[in-house]
């Protein structure tokens, strides 16, 4: 065997291991989805998918309000996700190009916002939306976690800009542009790909977010499927495969946002890599 | 088309002054090129010309419109620029119609599907869209009007460049150094398209670079800089032939004109021992200066002569360049007759002579002087000594 044939064995057999390692943990949940209560508990675990238990993705839909819950968590994210992008561009552009006083003030304090944990939040939160009355609405949700995702993303956003030529924007100034045309007709369409890994970061915090969704709504039909998930567990008894099945439920739709938005950045990436 | 005035312009960042009061006056249909060496601010003041970048003090005036607190946009101008700044998710047809497509853009065009619909009817409208194909067909785009940018050579590229600024069709075309990321051969063929280009446009233009090959061959008018300061303004022959001082003298021509060290007294004027007969023009110059003198003189005005000439200049041959169609022999002069490039260190003059030159190195051979164009210099100060 040529040494080179034997790094790329090495290499691909280190993938598959790091991708048996991910993998692993959603075929579990898959497997013990489809395998029945008694065997669940069998002291030989079950390796392979009991097809005979597929109807139970039926009866989770039937007897659960995981549908409602799922639109609610889609509502949330995408909420999050536009409100994330459509305010974090504007400071991005400005960090990037533009010159004025508390400008390195401003940055440290984005970084700052991040270090404070979410849950020191919730009491503060908890009264101001009492005074907004945003408690149990799915747009206080959208709100409170734009406000921990907009920092991140400005930083994201702001990098990409760095990285957009100052050339192009003069050409823009000549031809006509205002400073906003300039960021939305110029410098929006060539930070394209990471807009969308920035939508990516925004749109998984949001579908994910468990703390405040738990505290600030209440309504059962508001719940969201990170909180409706977390409930199935009970002191006395959890149903194990209707968990799994709904966290399998649970995450497609986000493998699904994310494979989407994965093709734009790698075209991007590739696109971007040849100067016009 | 219009007239340019610069007016006592000055810019300064921070304590640094970059362009010190200066004052120009482009003529309507004038191809001015502002040359110098990098960091001149030639680049600074064409910015300046297009609004890039604010003015310290002084005036810009367009005709008779002061310009030079108006935003880029309204000053009728195009700019090109030296990495051709064209966007590179547009296609070649809405780079060239994209100052058009502006100048009809309402806010409402920013509405997502609603403003995209807007927006393709705006470029397909047939003003802008003859105009984009009437553009493309001069500069030979036609065929490339719905590919990208990233898919062209350097030249089809500066060639967009050229038509996004031709679409509008402006008063005044402003061009920072447009040809100087192109191969040699490109680079001629460019330039003799954009010398085309302003024949047929009859616009103004203002061009930069470093290249004084360039400044010569295309402009009408050459304004020289250096350390932000205007050395000479006038036309490419008069830079050449009536350098201002020695810095002009030193920057214009390949290779630059000799500098030799000369001095008038009583009994004559000198090089070294060597006295020298000079025009009547000259020596009236050289007698009202009465100090040390450089006296300038093109390597196609000297001649190789015998050793044993009498007045003339000796030296050894120390290095022969051919050039191909002529020969370029650095001479070392002897000590007695020190003479001088642009460093003032040196004691070398460099001979163009025709054809293939023989020469070996360290031959000695005597320079003679064809005087006729020759100019002279204050060597103190290097200010040109006029009679």
Known sequence: MTSGSWRQGMHISAVLALLGVAAFPIYWMLVTSLTSSAETFADAPRLVPDLSQLPIYNAVFSTTQIGVWLVNSAIVAAGTTVLSISLAILPAYALSR????????LGLGLFASQMLPEVMLVVPLYAIFVTLALLDTLMGLILVNSAFTVPVVIWILKGAIDSVPVELEEAAR????????????IVAPL???TIAAASVIAFFHGWNEYVFALTFVSSEGLRTASVGLAGFVGELITPIETVMAVGIIYTLPAITFYLVAQRYVVAGMTSGAVKG | MASIKLSHITKSFGSVTAIKDINLDVVDGDFLVLLGPSGCGKSTLLRMLAGLETISDGAIYLGD????GLPPSERDMAFVFQSYALYPHKSVGENIGFPLLMRYFRWWFHIPILGTIAKRRVERS???AQSVTRTAKILGLTEMLDRLPRTLSGGQRQRVALGRAMVRQPEVFLMDEPLSNLDAKLRTTMRAEITKLHRDLKGTFVYVTHDQVEAMTMGTKIALLRDGQLQQFGTPREIYEDPANTYVAGFIGVPSMNLIRSRYSDDGFRIGPVKITLPNRL????RKANCPTLLGVRPNALRIGRSDEPHALQGTVVLVEQVGAE???SVELTADATSVEQDQSSNTIIITTPGYSELELGTLISVSMDLEQAVLFSAKTGERIRA
Request: charged share 25%.
């Open chain 1, 98 to 105: 533009l010159q004025f006083r508390g400008k390195g003030l």
């Open chain 1, 174 to 185: 000549v031809d006509g542009c205002s400073r906003i045309e300039i960021l939305l007709l």
């Open chain 1, 191 to 193: 930070i394209a790909p």
């Open chain 2, 65 to 68: 419109r002061r310009i030079d």
């Open chain 2, 126 to 128: 047939p003003e802008i």
């Open chain 2, 283 to 286: 020596m009236a110059a050289a």
């Open chain 2, 327 to 329: 020969s370029n022999v």
